[in-house]
């Protein structure tokens, strides 16, 4: 393992020092930033490589990139423009799978494609394709459903660009039972009566305004969870230790059109929040 030792200044001029510890992921070619530093013209930055807590010898090479969003710890990043139309399995490029509900069908998102859920208003078809097994649990049914979620901390952010004319629906979560007949009490999130709510425990706080283009992330571990709604801060509460999944089911019975589902195994700062929506939002169609 390696790690840098950084000194950074605040917009106080007071220095920090940080460690930043480099891994390899498994099966990933190039290392990744497990607990990245912000870097401008005051930082110095030497590389030390460390085993175990002692300092052996410096890196032969260190490389550095610049990222425009947040990357450290990045489960998927699914984006629904360029999907075909057909329910079933989506390619994601990544070790997540998403799964499609039938009745979902493109429409049109700010700047390009988006994917709009329970398109006809839960109409009945018995030509319909059947659902997939462990879609659902009874009648509900979720939008889609992502699998594979290989969450190695017990942190988790999910952000997403979504549209729905109601004021209250899922918006994620674990949907079902387990063995024990027992809900699940993992990370979630849903729109009460035009607020966002996010569990486990009672975090709610914002204003989600129906039929507009909005920006909704949760992230939390341990310690906190939050609610950010277009890159502000709305409200938090105390972590929990269980936010581990590996499924998230998407919109349950619940209308609304989607763009894009960002997935990291770790918090998001203020700032990072911010970073994601103002690099990404757009004029609204």
């Known amino acids: 393992m390696t790690s840098f030792i950084g ?3 605040d ?3 007071f220095v920090h020092r940080q460690r930043i510890f480099i891994e390899r992921a498994p099966g990933a070619g190039s290392p990744l930033y497990k607990d990245p530093l912000t870097v401008d013209k005051s930082t110095v930055v030497t590389a030390v490589a460390y ?3 002692h300092a052996v010898t410096a890196p032969r090479r260190v490389d550095f990139q610049r990222v425009d969003l947040p990357r450290a710890a990045l489960l998927g990043d699914i984006h629904f423009d360029k999907w075909n139309g057909r329910s079933g399995p989506l390619e994601t490029g990544s070790a997540l799978g998403v799964w499609i509900a039938p009745d979902s069908a493109r429409t049109d998102g700010r700047a390009g494609k988006a994917i709009s859920l329970h398109a006809s208003g839960f109409a009945t078809d018995d030509n319909r394709p059947k659902q997939e097994a462990n879609l659902s649990h009874g009648a509900a ?3 889609f459903k992502i699998t594979g979620i290989n969450m190695r901390e017990t942190a988790l952010t999910v952000a997403l660009w979504c549209k729905s004319g109601s004021a209250t629906g899922k918006l994620f979560g674990k949907d079902g039972y387990n063995a024990f007949g027992k809900s699940y009490k993992t990370v ?4 009460e009566g035009g607020r966002l709510r996010a569990g ?3 975090v709610s706080g914002g204003k989600f305004e129906p039929n507009v283009w909005q920006h909704i992330v949760l992230t939390g571990d341990e310690n906190e969870i939050a609610l950010y709604l277009n890159g502000e801060r709305v ?3 105390p972590g929990s230790s269980t936010l581990g999944t590996d499924t998230l089911d998407f919109f349950v019975d619940h209308p609304a059109a989607v763009e894009s589902v960002r997935l990291y195994n770790r918090t998001l700062g203020a700032d990072d929040i911010r970073r994601l929506f103002d690099r990404e939002k757009a004029p609204a169609k």
């Open 51 to 53: 085993e175990g807590s």
């Open 200 to 202: 486990p425990g009672h």
């Open 7 to 9: 000194d950074g200044r």
């Open 141 to 143: 049914k979720a939008g």
């Open 188 to 191: 979630s999130c849903a729109i």
């Open 11 to 13: 917009h106080r001029g």
């Open 235 to 237: 409200a938090s509460g």
